[in-house]
């Protein structure tokens, strides 16, 4: 199983950036996809981000699409999630996730993710 530890959040305001990482221990992390998901206040848990295991792939839910790029360095067993042109909504506890299971279509939904980090908050300030 793969250890999550996320950072980088805080508060921000409208159109600024900030950039989540996602540092991971545990052998699988080399070869397990990633994700990025995120709980804003309220509401579900929502997939926003995914990267295969060799970084090759990635897929990104519609609303960040643009705005969002998700990443990893195998080297420093590392997920990085760099948020441009940050908006209220995306406010929310973002999560980092693995997937170890060596899919050939990265997954959105969360049941599919087998660890998770603790969350890391986002405040988007209007």
């Known amino acids: 199983q793969v250890q999550l530890v996320e950072s980088g959040g805080g508060l921000v305001q409208a159109g600024g950036s900030l950039r989540l990482s996602c540092a991971a221990s545990?052998?699988?992390?080399?070869?397990?996809?990633m994700g990025w998901f995120r709980q804003p206040p309220g509401k579900e848990r929502e997939f926003v981000a995914a990267i295969s295991w060799s970084g090759g792939r990635t897929y990104y839910a519609d609303s960040v699409k643009g705005r969002f790029t998700i990443s990893r360095d195998n080297a420093k067993s590392t997920v990085y999630l760099q948020m441009n042109s940050l908006k209220p909504e995306d406010t929310a506890v973002y999560y980092c996730a693995a997937d170890p299971n060596l899919r050939q279509i990265l997954r959105t939904l969360s049941s599919e993710y087998d660890s998770w980090g603790q969350g890391t908050q986002v405040t988007v300030s209007s």
């Open positions: 545990g052998r699988a992390f080399r070869t397990s996809a």
